[in-house]
């Protein structure tokens, strides 16, 4: 099997395209501005895009939470385009141990109006086995 290939990585996050058939963002820190913020996820667009992949791994180990504003710009236009354009369907999310962090990822979910499946874990392995196991849809 092919190696992983890196899409993109500034000190905020890193994009990854895994052949296996998911694009994995490891977020270092949300610390950046909100323009810099929706920037990286563009690029988890276009790296879904350029690789044609509707599976997504997020690595949210940060201890800062998500902003609300990027909170909601993901629940309104990111994730609605996301699957619209790309045919986005799975998101699996490994979360930190910061309450706070945690709170506010899952926040997004609990308010998703979009048919996405999406679960957490702690583990990546755990997750990356949950995002490629079969589906009903596939």
Same mark, same amino acid.
């Given at each position: 099997?092919?190696q992983? #290939?890196?899409?993109?990585?500034?000190?905020?996050?890193?994009?990854?395209?895994?052949?296996?058939?998911?694009?994995?963002?490891d977020?270092?820190?949300?610390? #950046?501005?909100?323009?810099?913020?929706r920037?990286?996820?563009?690029?988890?667009?276009?790296?879904?895009?350029?690789?044609?992949?509707?599976?997504?791994?997020?690595?949210?180990?940060?201890?800062?939470?998500i902003?609300?504003?990027?909170?909601?710009?993901?629940?309104?236009?990111?994730?609605?385009r996301?699957?619209?354009?790309?045919?986005?369907?799975?998101c699996a999310?490994?979360?930190?141990?910061?309450?706070?962090?945690?709170?506010?990822?899952r926040?997004?979910?609990?308010?998703?109006?979009?048919?996405?499946?999406?679960?957490?874990f702690?583990d990546?392995?755990?997750?990356?086995a949950?995002?490629?196991r079969?589906?009903?849809?596939?």
């Amino acid at each position: 099997m092919s190696q992983p #290939s890196q899409y993109f990585r500034n000190p905020a996050a890193e994009i990854t395209y895994y052949p296996a058939g998911y694009i994995r963002a490891d977020w270092r820190a949300m610390d #950046s501005s909100e323009t810099e913020l929706r920037a990286i996820y563009e690029h988890i667009l276009g790296a879904m895009r350029r690789y044609e992949v509707t599976a997504l791994l997020i690595k949210h180990t940060q201890p800062q939470p998500i902003p609300a504003v990027l909170r909601l710009w993901l629940l309104e236009n990111w994730i609605p385009r996301a699957m619209r354009e790309v045919g986005y369907r799975r998101c699996a999310i490994v979360e930190t141990a910061d309450t706070a962090s945690r709170s506010a990822t899952r926040e997004i979910g609990s308010r998703l109006n979009q048919p996405l499946d999406f679960a957490y874990f702690e583990d990546p392995a755990e997750a990356e086995a949950w995002l490629l196991r079969p589906t009903s849809a596939q």
